[in-house]
């Protein structure tokens, strides 16, 4: 799992067992959003942020599940912390955020961040 910011040519990533990865698809893909939004409220970008002016943020993920949980912060129990989680950061950073989908086939960067990523590591 990982997340991509092209703007900046970096991308975070985080190796997972196969057979977990296929049970938990949507816990990994909620989480990695929270990373997503972890690491841009941390990042710095967020400096200029006030309460009437929050910064923005959107994330492109091709699971609707994980559209959804972001939008509504309705989930099942076990996402509950990564949902407060992502709150309290937004709260704390004021930051705007919109978990938006894209189609896999319309999603240009989930393969070349693969292969980038997948390269890094070999390098």
């Known amino acids: 799992m990982g997340f991509w910011i092209p703007d900046l040519n970096v991308g975070f990533t985080c190796a997972v067992d196969g057979d977990v990865m296929r049970d938990k698809i949507f816990f990994w893909e909620a989480l990695c959003v929270l ?21 923005r943020l ?11 949980i972001f939008d509504s912060l309705h989930a099942l129990p076990e996402y509950n912390p990564i949902l407060r989680a992502a709150v309290d950061l937004r709260v704390k950073h004021n930051i705007d955020l919109r ?3 894209i189609s896999g086939e319309d999603n240009s960067m989930a393969t070349p961040s693969r292969e980038r990523i997948s390269t890094s590591l070999r390098a």
């Open 35 to 55: 990373g997503a939004i972890q690491w841009y409220a941390e990042s710095g970008l967020t400096f200029l942020a006030t309460p009437e002016c929050p910064v």
């Open 58 to 68: 959107a994330v492109f993920t091709d699971n609707s599940n994980t559209v959804c």
């Open 99 to 101: 978990v938006l989908h």
